[in-house]
């Protein structure tokens, strides 16, 4: 089985400052962690995946996201927000150890950066 | 490059009535494709994925159905509409496993009343 958590409904921070959106997963075999965006009646945009490699995973946007085994966590950071990166974001997980293909997604972020 | 298609944009429909959402897919081959809803309450909700033509899964016991009559198209239908049918559907397509990236279409935005 996997599952995803996002632990915040709304995550609010002021232009210019770090933002950090919280992601944690639970899989069987290993983790394919991913982060999409969706902006006001659109469909969701990939920003960035984790396969394998690198712990630091860099994506679209300027945003970037940490991969962390022993905490189950994947959360998603940009160093200054700008307000146009107010959206929901989600978090998604495949287990990559075989079995479906079928991601599980979190059930979303608000994110509302303030000018 | 790859584009994903979905029609129409909006949709007011009332209940009973049938339903017939289309999606399309440009720039690849035998995509794996996706219906999923959105409510109001932001979750997605998987309804179908499809790993090729003729071939459909579904994840929840519902009003709605899908088919893939060509490779690159995904149709969504029902026969009668429930209120409970309002939302935003979304078509997503995907390469084979190794390419586990999903890529979304712009949603069709279903009102049942």
């Known amino acids: 089985a996997q599952s995803v958590a996002q632990p915040e409904d709304q995550v609010n921070v002021a232009e210019g400052n770090p933002l950090t959106v919280k992601c944690t997963y639970s899989?069987?075999?290993?983790?394919?962690l991913f982060w999409y965006v969706q902006y006001p009646n659109r469909g969701l945009q990939f920003l960035l995946k984790?396969?394998?490699?690198?712990?630091l995973v860099k994506g679209s946007y300027g945003f970037e996201a940490e991969f962390n085994k022993s905490q189950t966590s994947f959360h998603l950071k940009k160093p200054s927000a700008l307000v146009s990166d107010s959206a929901l974001y989600f978090c998604a997980v495949r287990d990559g150890g075989g079995g479906s293909y079928i991601p599980t997604f979190g059930r979303g972020t608000s994110l509302i950066v303030h000018p | 490059s790859q584009t994903i298609h979905q029609w129409p944009a909006t949709l007011v429909q009332p209940v009973g009535s049938p339903l017939s959402l289309e999606c399309t897919v440009e720039g690849t081959s035998n995509p794996n494709l996706y219906w999923y809803r959105q409510a109001a309450g932001r979750g997605l909700q998987l309804l179908f994925y499809?790993?090729?033509?003729?071939?459909i899964s579904s994840e929840v016991p519902q009003n709605l159905s899908a088919s893939r009559p060509q490779d690159r198209q995904f149709i969504l239908s029902s026969k009668k509409l429930l209120l409970s049918d309002s939302g935003f559907y979304l078509c997503?397509?995907?390469?084979?496993?190794?390419?586990?990236?999903?890529?979304f279409g712009p949603g069709t935005r279903l009102t049942v009343l």
């Open positions: 899989v069987s075999g290993n983790p394919y």
């Open positions: 984790y396969i394998t490699g690198d712990n």
């Open positions: 997503a397509w995907s390469g084979g496993p190794r390419n586990n990236e999903q890529f």
């Open positions: 499809s790993v090729g033509i003729g071939q």
